[in-house]
């Protein structure tokens, strides 16, 4: 995670998800 | 992506799946190629890269909106996008360049034909990305399908690191049934429509690997500055 932090940043930070 | 509401309902003969991953969509970027630099393969390339950068982003918030995507655990959300971020890169260039001949829409301002792409050492790739143009072309891809095509590229997107298989699975299997869905019910008249478009996933596939191999090199090389997020992905590859 520590190599990949913005991918994970932002999959954290976007807004909030549509779901079924 | 979108300031409005998500849709609450579909009407009817509309698939919820489909309906939501319209909404999802991301808006169109601009490249805006910077115009105090002269033109040249490394402008060119500056150009790209930085345009891909920003779309990543908008490509990442998009993946949140795909209807169980973020169900996944974040570490297979992060996995299926390290492995389908360029494809998903592709398939969106590809679908812009639907009604242009010959030539590659990366963005409104910035359209790349055969000889501009060969000035900027990209005319393999060029070539090999208007061909699926050329596949999608043919068969009139509509936005349905394409939104669908793209959130089904992502969830079968074949990362070595996935940690709950069952959970992709289950998505996979929710676009796929999306998709078919929509089939069913716009084109009866094809029922091998789907199997057609899954069909096109290979070229896609091959495609992007080709061209995740190219910007590896010109990274190696270290003329074209990179952002880095694009950075992070390429490495991820």
Not at chain 2, 17 to 44: F, G, H, N, Q, Y
Not at chain 2, 89 to 99: D, E, H, K, N, W
Not at chain 2, 157 to 183: F, K, N, P, R, T
Not at chain 2, 193 to 208: D, E, F, N, V
Request: net charge negative; charged share 25%.
């Amino acid at each position: 995670k520590e190599k990949h932090k913005i991918l994970h940043r932002l999959l954290q930070n976007s807004s909030s998800p549509v779901d079924l | 992506l979108p300031q409005r509401n998500p849709p609450f309902s579909s009407s009817q003969g509309e698939n919820k799946v489909v309906t939501l991953l319209l909404w999802a969509e991301p808006e169109r970027v601009c490249a805006m190629p910077d115009p105090a630099l002269p033109d040249s393969d490394i402008k060119a390339l500056t150009t790209l890269c930085d345009l891909a950068d920003r779309e990543l982003v908008l490509n990442i918030s998009w993946a949140k909106h795909i209807p169980g995507f973020s169900s996944l655990c974040l570490s297979d959300q992060m996995s299926l996008l390290q492995s389908a971020w360029m494809e998903i890169l592709i398939l969106r260039v590809a679908f812009r360049s639907l009604t242009y001949e010959d030539r590659l829409v990366f963005a409104e301002d910035y359209i790349m034909d055969a000889g501009q792409a060969k000035s900027a050492g990209l005319l393999e790739l060029h070539t090999a990305i208007l061909q699926l143009v050329r596949r999608y072309r043919s068969m009139r891809l509509e936005t349905e399908e394409f939104v669908t095509l793209k959130a089904i590229a992502l969830a079968n997107s074949d990362s070595m690191h996935i940690e709950d298989m069952e959970a992709v699975q289950g998505l996979q299997d929710s676009l796929h049934e999306a998709l078919l869905d929509y089939e069913h019910v716009q084109h009866r008249e094809d029922p091998r429509r789907t199997g057609k478009l899954i069909m096109t996933l290979p070229l896609l596939r091959q495609t992007s690997a080709k061209a995740v191999r190219h910007f590896c090199s010109i990274k190696q090389d270290g003329r074209v500055p990179m952002h880095k997020l694009f950075l992070e992905l390429l490495e991820a590859n």
